[in-house]
């Protein structure tokens, strides 16, 4: 990898750390795998950090004319992407007990936490723009790099949790399902004004 291409995937790897935000994303992840087993919880995140990759690299390379031949706008994505956090969120603090059976099936991996928690209209916005500056493949090869950043953060959660308590981990997991539900909001938000603006 030359200097100038070494260059443009930092300029690609830093804007898309920013969105995928893994960091301010690991409450979140932790609150929903707090009840799972250490080895499905594992298997899990496998699953999240695949799906948000496959989705990522295939919106990557095909995102505007798959966009177009659906009819569907980064808009949309951000109402219905919302409207999914949105009500995860809600359910976990309004009857914490049955979010705990219903939603948080093993499936949770891939929706919501792969997508659109890890890769959501941000994310592949972002993706977009990077491809067009910076070409596809370095743009990809950030984003592979962004996940596999995540998926490392995210696989040593239980050492935050054994140092957390049980208790911390339900304190971060109420204000994580409160933050998420807002960010559900926000990016319905955005998406109404996006199609307003058109």
Excluded: C
């Excluded at 995140?45 to 659906?70: D, H, Y």
């Excluded at 659109?116 to 790099?145: F, N, R, S, W």
């Amino acid at each position: 990898m030359t200097s100038t291409m070494f260059t443009d995937f930092l300029l690609s790897f830093v804007p898309l750390f920013v969105a995928v935000d893994p960091v301010g994303v690991l409450p979140m992840y932790m609150a929903m795998a707090h009840n799972f087993e250490i080895k499905k919880s594992r298997r899990i995140l496998l699953l999240s950090i695949l799906t948000a990759g496959f989705v990522a690299i295939l919106f990557l390379f095909t995102g505007q004319e798959l966009l177009i031949a659906l009819g569907i706008s980064i808009a949309d994505f951000q109402i219905a992407g919302g409207i999914i956090l949105f009500i995860l969120s809600l359910i976990d603090l309004i009857m914490p007990h049955k979010a705990r059976r219903v939603p948080l099936h093993e499936n949770f991996g891939a929706v919501p936490l792969g997508v659109p928690i890890i890769v959501g209209p941000a994310v592949l916005t972002t993706l977009l723009l990077l491809g067009e500056q910076y070409g596809k493949i370095i743009a990809g090869l950030a984003m592979l790099a962004n996940l596999f950043l995540t998926w490392f953060i995210f696989f040593f959660s239980p050492q935050f949790s054994r140092i957390l308590g049980d208790a911390g981990v339900k304190i971060i997991s109420k204000i994580a399902m409160l933050f998420l539900a807002s960010i559900g909001i926000m990016m319905i938000r955005r998406g109404i004004q996006a199609i307003m603006a058109a």
